[in-house]
């Protein structure tokens, strides 16, 4: 099939690597333009544009997709399907018209739950028991469209961002395959979203991972594990920033203040909540590297009735989940 790939970050990688190794023909890659990364603020190419150079294929890095004259670029092509995943702009009507098949959207949620830009962090930071991949029709609103195809699967009990990622991409790049097989074949099937059961989460904010010990225990260790491994969960320790990689819950109550340091041993430390204990299994103090708990104490003591603290200005983890979706942004 003749396809327009739509994609930016690795997480559309193994998308465009299954349609060009399945045969489909690939007439150009669609992504962001390059931005400026790192501290040398080096300009650096998309994930997907440089797989797209590995390939020979056409790159275009419109700034913004609705331009008319690009418009024109993608109708010129004559496409027959328009695969999208992780793009980042909302396509307009005048593109989503334009092949023969429509416009499909690889989505890493069970939709109608979680629209938006975030649906695997917030999978995990709210514990759900599972996620999975959706293939959809594109709308013109957010994560709107028809159901084409969807894939669940069970979340592992230390599931992190970073872990269901991965799974969820390589997922996708399995499904897109069979739905355009179902499209060309003429047996696809389009099953409306139930638009009462959806929710809709925004983009993940740096300041989220300022963990408020006020919250209960479970929630934190889902929160330092919806952030792995970016852009991860943080306390301040003597002034120094603290990233949290992995904690444990413990099932006691504590005396003492919130974010306060309630038991220390050799290899423990744990840390006093709104509601149970969490014990902390790998950190990272600013300007190091990752620990596991033993050999931090090791080379930083930590004494009882140290109060971790949190940096000015943070905002709660589920600001940008739960709001109904009106329209597209």
Request: proline share 5%; charged share 25%.
């Amino acid at each position: 099939m003749r396809i327009i790939f739509m994609g930016t970050p690795d997480f559309s990688v193994p998308a465009l690597e299954a349609l060009k190794e399945a045969g489909h023909e690939i007439l150009a890659v669609v992504t962001q333009p390059d931005k400026p990364k790192g501290r040398g603020k080096e300009v650096q190419m998309t994930p997907v544009k440089e797989k797209a150079m590995e390939y020979n294929i056409p790159v275009y890095q419109p700034v913004k997709a609705r331009d008319p004259e690009f418009v024109k670029i993608l109708t010129d092509l004559a496409p027959e399907l328009i695969v999208v995943i992780a793009f980042g702009q909302i396509l307009p009507k005048t593109i989503l018209d334009i092949p023969k098949y429509g416009c499909v959207n690889i989505h890493a949620s069970l939709l109608p739950k979680y629209r938006g830009a975030s649906p695997i962090q917030y999978a995990v930071i709210n514990g759900e028991k599972e996620s999975g991949v959706t293939i959809m029709m594109m709308a013109e609103t957010l994560d709107t469209g028809d159901m084409l195809d969807q894939e669940a699967v069970v979340l592992d009990e230390k599931e992190t961002f970073g872990s269901l990622h991965d799974k969820l991409s390589s997922l996708g790049s399995r499904l897109i395959l069979k739905t355009i097989t179902k499209l060309g074949e003429g047996t696809a099937v389009r099953t409306p979203q139930d638009d009462s059961r959806t929710c809709y989460v925004g983009m993940i904010k740096k300041s989220m991972g300022d963990i408020d010990w006020s919250m209960d225990a479970v929630s934190i260790e889902r929160l330092i594990r919806g952030l792995n491994p970016w852009p991860s969960a943080y306390s301040v320790w003597n002034g120094k920033v603290m990233k949290l990689w992995e904690a444990k819950v413990v099932d006691k109550e504590y005396e003492g203040a919130y974010g306060q340091v309630v038991e220390v041993d050799r290899d423990s430390l744990v840390i006093k909540t709104g509601k149970g204990g969490l014990s902390i299994r790998k950190l990272q103090l600013q300007g190091k590297k990752c620990m596991d708990i033993d050999a931090f104490l090791r080379g930083y003591p930590v004494a009882e009735g140290t109060v971790l603290e949190r940096l000015a200005g943070a905002s709660s983890c589920t600001e940008n989940v739960g709001r109904k979706e009106e329209r597209g942004v």
